[in-house]
């Protein structure tokens, strides 16, 4: 096995209570992976396939790693992470086994999930391969799906993109990414969630997080997160300078507010 494969994962530990908001999406995830995950003898009793992977997309920064990662927690598995800009290599025999070591990896950890982020990374390899040496690397992928789909082999693989119509058609077949989810950015309720999960080890006082979440209109979950950020920091600064341990305040927070633009305007 390659070296790589040897290096042991720790069961994930962050789980759905981490993920703020996606109320929806995390129905469905329980239903489409977590249950087949823990019941496989009822589906089978009932002749229900399962398995194949699931597509996470959507606009940038509003969870879609984060939400792999909880469902890996949530099933108690190992979270194996794969970024298909770093499997891209200019020399194309070095994309494909890399593309390669990733699924061993993850077959070595097996039951574990695979995640594999920015997949819409493969329509760019074309930027760095010529047209058909791109369409090989997309060749070797779907080949390492199908194997993973027929051998049972207990790697659940999970995909996000921003740009699902730079996916390759033929990823989205049956057994393939056969179900293909949309991570919305927050609503108002989802985003006061977020900033509850954020500020849930910070001293706080009179931080009302519904308030600040009707003034985050289009903020994603990033946003919110480069907010509470900075709000510290200007906290961190007066505590610096003054000695003591001033709380966090919702003046730091609606300053800081204002200072951060909302990113999910350019999706
Ligand atoms: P990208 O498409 O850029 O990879 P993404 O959709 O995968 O983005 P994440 O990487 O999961 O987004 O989110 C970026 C960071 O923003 C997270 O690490 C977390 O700190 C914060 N964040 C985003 N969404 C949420 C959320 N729903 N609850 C809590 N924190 C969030």
């Not at 469905?28 to 249950?35: A, F, N």
């Not at 009932?46 to 990662?69: D, F, I, N, Q, S």
């Not at 992928?141 to 082999?153: M, V």
């Not at 207990?154 to 949309?182: C, H, I, K, Q, S």
Request: glycine share 8%; aromatic share 6%; proline share 8%.
């Amino acid at each position: 096995a390659p070296a790589a494969a040897a290096v042991p994962v720790a069961p994930e530990t962050l789980t759905f209570a981490d993920v703020g908001g996606m109320t929806e999406v995390k129905k469905v995830i329980h239903r489409m992976i977590i249950l087949p995950l823990s019941r496989p003898e009822l589906y089978a009793r009932y002749g229900r396939r399962t398995g194949g992977g699931v597509l996470l997309y959507g606009p940038p920064g509003c969870g879609k790693t984060l939400l792999a990662r909880g469902t890996a927690g949530e099933c108690g598995l190992p979270f194996v992470n794969v970024r298909i800009e770093d499997v891209v290599d200019p020399y194309l025999g070095m994309s494909e086994q890399n593309l390669h070591t990733a699924f061993e990896t993850a077959r070595a950890q097996a039951p574990c999930v695979l995640f594999l982020d920015e997949l819409d990374g493969l329509a760019f390899a074309r930027h760095k391969h010529r047209g058909s040496d791109a369409r090989r690397l997309v060749d070797v992928l779907l080949q390492e799906l199908d194997a993973i789909g027929s051998d049972n082999d207990g790697v659940l693989v999970l995909a996000a993109t921003n740009a699902p119509w730079d996916v390759d058609e033929a990823m989205l077949r049956p057994g393939r990414f056969d179900r293909v989810l949309f991570v919305p950015p927050p609503d108002e309720p989802a985003r006061a969630e977020i900033l509850r999960v954020l500020l849930r080890e910070v001293p706080t006082e009179g931080v009302d997080p519904a308030a600040l979440a009707a003034r985050t209109a289009l903020f994603s979950g990033a946003d919110l997160r480069s907010v509470t950020e900075q709000a510290l920091d200007a906290v961190i600064e007066q505590a610096l300078a003054t000695g003591t341990e001033p709380p966090l305040r919702m003046a730091e927070l609606a300053a800081a507010a204002g200072a951060v633009r909302p990113s999910t305007l350019d999706w």
